[in-house]
């Protein structure tokens, strides 16, 4: 079925109803807009720019009514902290793992290679406000970030680490007090109602949010920006869909469901993140279809919202293979040791990049920082294709982060199997399984 609504039979929508169906033809137009019309293209701006403030206006209460009554809904609080450290060691193990995938990729095509760069020529002003940003996501620099001025404040500047943060004490808290805490969690379950109803009414507007973002971005960079660093752009994509398919295939496959029948179940989000190039834009319906997939809400909201600081995927390969893209274009032989250090740097800085705006890019510049063999000017050789990385980019982080959903779940025995594969094979749930919240703004396509 197509839409699910509360307490009514589900109804199937014409082709042309469906959100990625919309979301899509938007992309399209958007981009023929860019390439035959430049100026209006970028005139288009706002509408991207409008659309990415409207998620973010309602990202705070949604994270903060997922995480807090999922807490709070928990008996056992040791089990916050174990879900916790599950994800942790989730998170460790395979963002590790793809920073040494983008190293042995870069290796083995080295996309760089030829270019024969002399450092000295490079233009180190292009990449000097990165670099100044970079200074701030130093791991110091993170975990002062990540407390909050006051309880309040988070909700004012939109910071999702600090909103995390407060979320999370706050159900602990609630859930210590008992009996006590039962009217103020029923009135946040309450809440939660209206504010995923407005989510759905926001995500009306992706389409015009995509086609506004596709158009500046092709009307401003241009098609052919791309072509003098194809091979770079090509090697990425192509070890990001290897990762995805062949990695977290294995992962998904070795837990008893399908990587490619998750990447069409969350195809919505996929299409979003790719016409606005923010993930930020996918967060609310993401946690939505993956508590309606079978994992619970407690879970979902641990997992999918420090994955979206910790999980970076596609960050970590794209950190290495821009790092080594730059040394093989300025001909600088990197040592062994140069690459772990190079690796263990990545670990870290991507960590405490977490939150900033444009991390990819930023996280590269800190990494660089400390890393003296590979000169940061060298940013300035992907500075202009970095553009069509960061979609790349955003859409590997999404899709792991689902996937880490999924894995700790089962991990956890929080997983309902049969819902989760009813929901990935585009089945109706069944009557009382889907949470009311969620069966307002959910969408499926059988």
Not at 54 to 66: E, G, H, Q, S
Request: aromatic share 8%; charged share 10%; with cysteine.
């Amino acid at each position: 079925m197509i839409e699910v609504d509360q307490g009514a039979p589900a109804r199937k929508l014409k082709f042309y109803q469906i959100l990625y169906v919309q979301v899509l033809f938007a992309i399209v137009v958007g981009i023929l807009l860019g390439y035959f019309k430049p100026d209006l293209g970028q005139a288009m701006q706002p509408l991207g720019d409008g659309f990415i403030k409207l998620v973010k206006m309602i990202i705070a209460p949604v994270i903060f009514l997922t995480v807090a009554t999922g807490i709070a809904a928990m008996s056992d609080l040791k089990k916050v902290g174990r879900v916790a450290g599950k994800a942790m060691l989730y998170f460790l193990v395979f963002s590790t793992l793809a920073l040494i995938v983008g190293m042995l990729v870069s290796h083995l095509v080295q996309p760089g290679a030829g270019m024969h760069i002399n450092p000295a020529t490079l233009d180190q002003k292009a990449v000097s406000g990165y670099v100044a940003k970079a200074h701030d996501s130093t791991i110091t620099g993170f975990l002062l970030n990540v407390i909050p001025t006051t309880i309040f404040s988070p909700f004012v500047g939109g910071d999702i680490l600090q909103v995390l943060f407060v979320a999370v004490l706050f159900g602990i808290a609630l859930a210590q007090v008992g009996e006590r805490g039962k009217p103020v969690l029923d009135f946040l379950t309450a809440l939660a109602q209206p504010i995923f109803k407005l989510v759905a009414i926001l995500m009306k507007a992706a389409p015009i949010g995509a086609f506004g973002a596709m158009a500046f971005t092709i009307g401003k960079y241009g098609i052919k920006s791309i072509i003098n660093l194809a091979m770079l752009v090509g090697t990425f994509y192509a070890t990001s869909v290897l990762f995805v398919v062949v990695v977290l295939g294995l992962v998904a496959r070795y837990n008893g469901f399908s990587i490619l029948k998750l990447v069409r179940y969350i195809r919505e989000e996929l299409l979003l993140v790719l016409g606005t190039s923010s993930s930020e834009a996918a967060l609310p319906t993401l946690m939505q279809k993956m508590e309606r997939a079978g994992c619970s809400k407690s879970v979902v909201g641990l997992v999918v919202l420090t994955g979206y600081s910790f999980n970076l995927d596609g960050t970590n390969i794209y950190m290495t293979m821009a790092a080594l893209f730059i040394a093989q274009a300025c001909d600088i032989p990197l040592s062994l040791g140069d690459q772990i250090l190079l690796l263990v740097v990545a670990m870290l800085s991507s960590k405490g990049a977490a939150g900033v705006t444009g991390a990819g890019f930023i996280t590269l510049a800190a990494t660089l920082s400390v890393v003296p063999t590979v000169p940061v000017a060298g940013m300035a050789l992907i500075l202009g294709v970095d553009r069509f990385m960061s979609e790349c980019r955003a859409l590997t982080n999404l899709v792991g982060n689902a996937t880490a959903a999924v894995v700790v779940a089962r991990w956890e025995g929080e997983l309902d199997k049969d819902q989760l594969h009813a929901a990935l094979e585009g089945e109706a749930p069944a009557p009382g399984v889907q949470p009311q919240a969620m069966a307002q703004v959910s969408t499926s396509q059988s």
